[in-house]
């Protein structure tokens, strides 16, 4: 004998609205159990709650009710249901990241509103830049979303690389370098390069992807140091390009960002607090 429950009952149970459970009913994707011949009354069994979850969940992923209805006529595994199930939170997951990052730009840009026609809040020093020895990987990265998990991977290449080929690092707090290639701002192709300084120009033979190369001197470089978390990093480099504009400077070479607070890859969250030393090679605007 199943054990029955009245409709509204049933709809506490799995929380779903008796509006629902009749519309469902009506296109055949959950029958009742049973129903009263003389009033109508619908009554669901407990056994049926495993099929109402998955039409909820397939629901919740996207899929139609004819789709829905098509699936179940399959019959879905639980392992199917729940790969399915991972899938969508994998996608939920990627869409916050994505809400979260354009939450950060929107903030940016309320604060360079908010700060239009005031001074710059970053020092911004002349100073010479001068040779150094690095293990670096290069690439081009398909979106500015990546970029973080990019430069991640190719920090903890190069890392590996010096320690397999014995090279020793440069004195902290400045062994982590990250490059921006592109000529100007961009969110698609992001050309990044990204090491370590070492002190011996020994280039490392094998699987490694990247190599070893001497970053030239600059005889004149614009430089700010950033205070805070690597999202509001960008806070500091348009300052740093904002002083450019005010002092009649033009960038000569890619930006270079030195890390001097130790090793990205040692930060357990990207809201930690950070310092790094943005640095643009310069030369006297000639328009």
């Known amino acids: 004998m199943p054990r029955l429950l009245k409709i509204g009952d049933f709809s506490q149970l799995a929380q779903v609205s008796t509006r629902t459970l009749r519309h469902y009913d009506q296109i055949g994707l959950l029958k009742p159990a049973s129903t009263d011949a003389s009033s109508d ?20 992923l996207g899929l139609s009710l004819d789709q829905i209805a098509h699936v179940l006529r399959d019959d879905v595994t639980v392992e199917q249901l729940r790969d399915m199930l991972n899938a969508r939170q994998r996608e939920i997951e990627q869409h916050m ?19 239009e026609g005031q001074p710059a809040r970053h020092d911004v020093v002349l100073k010479a830049g001068s040779t150094c020895v690095v293990v670096t990987e290069r690439r081009v990265v398909p979106s500015i979303r990546d970029v973080l998990g990019a430069r991640r991977d190719m920090l903890s290449a190069s890392h590996d690389a010096a320690r397999l080929y014995k090279l020793e690092l440069c004195d902290l707090p400045a062994a982590e370098v990250v490059i921006y290639h592109n000529d ?16 011996a120009p020994v280039a490392p ?13 600059h005889k004149l470089l614009a430089a ?3 205070h805070g978390t690597l999202w509001q990093a960008r806070d500091t480099l348009t300052a740093l390009y904002a002083w450019l504009g005010e002092n009649a400077f033009a960038s000569s070479g890619p930006c270079r960002e030195w890390h ?28």
């Open 41 to 60: 009354y619908r009554y669901y069994a407990l056994e049926q709650l495993p099929r109402l979850n998955r039409i909820l969940a397939l629901k919740d």
């Open 97 to 115: 990241r994505a809400e979260q990052e354009r939450m950060t730009r929107v903030r940016a840009v309320l604060t360079r509103i908010e700060r």
């Open 184 to 199: 100007g701002y961009t969110e698609e192709d992001v050309d990044i390069e990204a090491g370590v300084c070492v002190r």
């Open 205 to 217: 033979r094998g699987e490694f992807s990247g190599g070893v190369r001497e970053l030239p001197a």
């Open 224 to 226: 700010a140091v950033h």
């Open 260 to 287: 001097l607070s130790g090793f990205e890859n040692d930060l357990a969250r990207h809201d930690q607090p950070v310092t790094m030393e943005f640095q643009v090679p310069v030369q006297p605007l000639t328009p």
